[in-house]
């Protein structure tokens, strides 16, 4: 069973930045493709940005060339670093890790974006 827990949420205000860890447990982490997401309020929950296993990265057209998406395998850890942030960022974020046979998800940061 892999944990996964989000960190970083917050309230900032427009054009400022944060970053959002999610901290995976278990040994699988190196060997897992793992994604952010995110839900609007009111909306569906929409895909932002992943990484594999060799560290290729993809984002969804709405945060490409704001938001980055990295791993260290050494902590278990993948981060969403999202700059210049706008209201319409404003979501839980959530963390996915899939496997070969498993697909966990975290339980979600909130981030606001309002001034």
């Known amino acids: 069973q892999v944990q996964l827990v989000e960190s970083g949420g917050g309230l900032v205000q427009p054009g400022e930045s944060l970053r959002l860890s999610c901290a995976a447990s278990?040994?699988?982490?190196?060997?897992?493709?793992m994604t952010w997401y995110r839900q609007p309020p009111g909306k569906q929950r929409e895909w932002v940005a992943a990484i594999s296993t060799d560290s290729s990265t993809a984002y969804a057209d709405s945060v490409k060339g704001r938001f980055t998406i990295s791993r260290d395998n050494a902590k278990n850890t993948v981060y969403l670093q999202m700059n210049n942030l706008k209201p319409e960022d404003t979501a839980v974020y959530y963390c996915?890790?899939?496997?070969?046979?498993?697909?966990?998800w975290g339980q979600g940061t909130q981030v606001t974006v309002s001034s």
């Open positions: 996915r890790s899939q496997g070969s046979s498993n697909d966990y």
């Open positions: 278990g040994s699988i982490f190196s060997r897992s493709f």
